[in-house]
């Protein structure tokens, strides 16, 4: 073996080698509507552990194979990278490859290579997007988990790398899934979810293009609706012994799955962290847990719930006492004594309220024997003339001593003294003195 020949294995040994160092990564932008233009890049970099000086000092050439219809409209190339452009008018999963080897070098080895697949389709291409105010858009491997009652804004995104749908015009078909369907001219549209449930979204893109072409599209995704939290209710928050187990109960208003997590602390709890208990409840909306005492009060029982499209916190304070003598005994005690007092004051002001009405002045009467002067001396003649009309005089003799005793005891007293008759005609009485 010739010095040449041995020369030219150990050169290939050394760049076989440093072949092993580098590595081609390939991307594109797909996938593309027929007709309009795709990207795809190449890369060289270094593995990790290589010498990335030894990468920068050299110069490389790419080399590119595509499959056919897709043809190469440009390429470009840079110290380590290269890209190209394509476009096909056929739909189809296109395999497209790159290697790189040393430039001005024909017969060395390739140093790195790879290959992509770009998908050309027939359809207009883009996403589906739905947002919410006042609340980030979250998406699971079911679909989109939004919130009833809230107005839903659902977005048509066309993807369109070369601008091919510049010049087109667009209509779209909105079927919600709840029976409600609507067509507009903009990409976009506001909907309503009244109740919590599992809707099938979808929408028609219909694109007109200059030279009387059209491109269709159908995009639709599974939608999870759910009631917010709008509060939560936690019981068997009194009556709690120290030293003694007890169990709460929580109530959460709002939908399924949920993520409880609670902490009992001296004082509220601004955000519940790590540092809390959680509880996970597919399917249900109350939980139980149970926890002990080991001092007396306050305390603060503080509980999170969340579900898919909402949270909520709330915190309740808890006061304890030792077991033994209930504090509601001492309490009952007093409360009985302040009634009692209050009662026996209230019945004093009463009778002193009734003896006051009952009190009426009586007259200072004397009904002994001796009134009986005083009477004599009431009817006694008087200086004046007293007229006195009688019937007759023995009529009104016999009428006198029918008088009872207490007609005779008059309560009025005249000044006079003496007490004239007069007499007058046949059937009356003479006036004459006493």
């Known amino acids: 073996m010739t010095s040449l020949e041995l020369l030219l294995l150990l050169n290939t040994a050394v760049l076989s080698g440093m072949c092993l160092q580098y590595e081609l990564v390939l991307s594109n932008d797909g996938p593309i509507t027929t007709g309009a233009q795709g990207t795809v890049e190449a890369r060289l970099v270094p593995k990790p552990g290589s ?52 430039r001005g070098c024909s017969w060395c080895p390739q140093l790195a290579h790879g290959s992509t697949e770009l998908l050309v389709t027939d359809f207009v291409v883009g ?23 809230t107005p ?27 029976g409600e369907r609507m067509v507009t001219n903009k990409s976009y549209t ?5 109740t919590p449930g599992t809707y099938q979204l979808h929408v028609d893109v219909l694109a007109n293009l200059n030279d009387s072409q059209q491109r269709t599209g159908i995009y639709g995704a599974s939608l999870n609706l759910q009631d917010k939290i709008k509060n939560i209710e936690v019981k068997s928050l009194d009556d709690i012994h120290a030293d003694h187990r007890k169990t709460f109960y929580i109530y959460v208003n709002g939908s399924p799955p949920l993520k409880i997590c609670w902490l009992v602390s001296r004082s509220c709890v601004s955000v519940i962290d790590h540092s809390c208990d959680l509880m996970e409840l597919p399917s249900s909306t109350v939980s139980n847990v149970s926890y ?14 969340e579900n898919s499209v909402s949270s909520l916190q709330a915190c309740y304070k808890i006061t304890t006492w030792k077991s033994g003598i209930h504090p509601v005994w001492f309490i009952v005690p007093c409360v009985t004594l302040f009634t009692i007092i209050l009662l026996f004051v209230l019945s004093i002001i009463m009778r002193k309220g009734s003896a006051q009405k009952d009190s009426i002045e009586v007259a200072d009467f004397d009904f002994s024997p001796m009134s009986d002067k005083s009477v004599k001396e009431a009817w ?16 009104r003799k016999h009428k006198s001593r029918s008088l009872s005793r207490r007609e005779v005891h008059s309560l009025l007293k005249f000044s006079h003294t003496q007490i004239q008759a007069y007499s007058q005609g046949p059937g009356m009485c003479s006036s004459s003195p006493l």
């Open 190 to 194: 506001l909907h309503i979810y009244p």
């Open 51 to 102: 010498k990335q000086e030894q990468l920068e000092s050299q110069h490389y050439s790419f080399h590119w194979n595509v499959e056919n219809p897709l043809a190469i409209v440009q390429s470009s190339e840079q110290e380590l990278i290269s890209s190209i452009t394509v476009h096909s008018l056929a739909p189809k999963l296109y395999t497209v490859s790159a290697w790189v080897t040393r």
């Open 292 to 305: 002990t005492f080991r001092d007396l009060g306050p305390y603060t029982f503080n509980v999170k719930a």
């Open 380 to 395: 006694a003649p008087s200086r004046g003339t007293v007229h006195l009309c009688c019937i007759s005089c023995g009529h």
């Open 152 to 178: 839903t804004q659902i977005s048509f995104i066309l993807y369109d790398p070369s601008d091919y749908f510049d010049t087109a015009s667009f209509r779209y078909f909105w079927y919600f899934g709840d």
């Open 127 to 149: 996403t589906l997007s739905l947002k919410q105010p006042n609340s980030s858009t979250t998406f699971s491997r079911k679909g989109y988990e939004l919130a009833t009652k």
